[in-house]
């Protein structure tokens, strides 16, 4: 008996054109969304009277990253820097390594005390330990 098999003219084109359309628009000269890094992944844990963030950061120099505190506000700023650059005889077929500027910015629940600070830049995690702020102590006044 023969194999019959229906013809279909479009299920080919519908294919090709849907094939990897997740992944197409998103990888395109190394950045993505149009030239934007994707945001930090970033853990907030409290921890002995201190908030411990931990920081997605990989490939990053140490040198390359600054926080800044204000208040309970808290900003990471970084750059990825491209390795190399390539050669007139070398030519690049398919890239996905991301570079460019990434800021992530976000408010914790308390003010968080700058001069006791500390930060930890091991394999690509950033760790910052951020004791919070003694709250003020309440003041009785005397009434005279």
Known sequence: MANVTRFDPFNDLVDDLFKGFLVRPLAYEGR?????????????????????????????????IHVSIDGAEVTLEAEVKREKEANKDERVLHSERLYGKLTRS???????????????????????????????????????
């Open 32 to 64: 993505i969304n149009g030239g934007a890094l994707p945001r930090a992944k970033v853990d907030v844990a409290e921890k002995n009277g201190a908030y411990v963030v931990s920081a997605e950061l990989p490939g990053v120099r140490k040198d390359d």
């Open 106 to 144: 976000f408010t914790l629940p308390a003010e968080v005390d700058e001069a006791n600070a500390q930060a930890k830049f091991t394999d690509g995690v950033l760790e910052l330990t951020l004791p919070k702020k003694a709250a003020a102590q309440r003041k009785q006044i005397t009434i005279q």
